[in-house]
Nanobody, 130 residues
Framework: VQLQASGGGLVQPGGSLRLSCAAS????????TGWFRQVPGKEREGISC???????VYADSLKGQFTISRDNAQNTVYLQMNSLKFEDTAVYYC?????????????????????????WGKGTLVTVSS
């Protein structure tokens, strides 16, 4: 199983980016896929997760700013990020797991910060700067 996160880059405050998480070796449509981010020196933060049936969950602080979606034909999950702020600067990671069934488990995403998820992409850097 491999996950490849891409789409990061330099963006001005207020700008938008769309991150992609392309998978091989696993069909993302059958499993939960999450996005996380991490700033050096800080703990990993859960952003969002999409379940097999398309149900989504978000961190309260990011609702309305970020949107997760999935293209089953492309076996890719996206994270649309709008109204970006300096504090959104981080390395963004995608992850999926096959052992807990098809649905996102909010405690795993937000309380456990993704620990236990089996497969992780290498991350893509998002820098918000003027």
């Amino acid at each position: 199983v491999q996950l490849q996160a891409s789409g990061g880059g330099l963006v001005q405050p207020g700008g938008s980016l769309r991150l992609s998480c392309a998978a091989s070796g696993v069909a993302l449509e059958f499993y939960p896929t999450g996005w996380f981010r991490q700033v050096p020196g800080k703990e990993r933060e859960g952003i969002s997760c999409i379940s097999s049936d398309g149900t989504t969950v978000y961190a309260d602080s990011l609702k309305g700013q970020f949107t997760i979606s999935r293209d089953n034909a492309q076996n890719t999950v996206y994270l649309q990020m709008n109204s970006l702020k300096f504090e959104d600067t981080a390395v963004y990671y995608c992850t999926t797991d096959r052992k807990w069934g098809p649905n996102c488990i909010p405690d795993v995403i937000f309380e456990s910060r993704g620990y236990g998820m089996d497969y992780w992409g290498k991350g893509t850097l998002v820098t918000v700067s003027s």
